[in-house]
């Protein structure tokens, strides 16, 4: 089994920033993709950002320009570097990791709040 350890979320005044953390139990270099995922109350869950094995990223829109995805192969962690948050920006945040070959494996979440 692999499991994954969302830390680093917490209440941020608007403006502020916060990085996000998932920490795998299996080595992520063979990871095809990993992508942070969010949910808020009565929304259904979508993709924040995505970073594939070849380094490629992508980001909804909302994000861009202020949120930044990177792993460490050697941590096998995976950041999401969160700048100039807004208060739509609450929500729960996951980790998606997919391995090739396998199934693709879910965190249990961190909450973000952002508010004065």
């Known amino acids: 089994q692999v499991q994954l350890v969302e830390s680093g979320g917490g209440l941020v005044q608007p403006g502020g920033s916060l990085r996000l953390s998932c920490a795998a139990s299996r080595s992520i270099f063979s990871a095809y993709a990993m992508g942070w995922y969010r949910q808020a109350p009565g929304k259904q869950r979508e993709l924040v950002a995505r970073i594939t094995s070849g380094g490629s990223t992508n980001y909804a829109d909302s994000v861009k320009g202020r949120f930044t995805i990177s792993r460490d192969n050697a941590k096998n962690t995976v950041y999401l570097q969160m700048n100039s948050l807004r208060p739509e920006d609450t929500a729960a945040y996951y980790c998606?990791?997919?391995?090739?070959?396998?199934?693709?494996?879910w965190g249990q979440g961190t909450q973000v709040t952002v508010s004065s």
């Open positions: 998606n990791v997919r391995y090739t070959g396998s199934a693709g494996y």
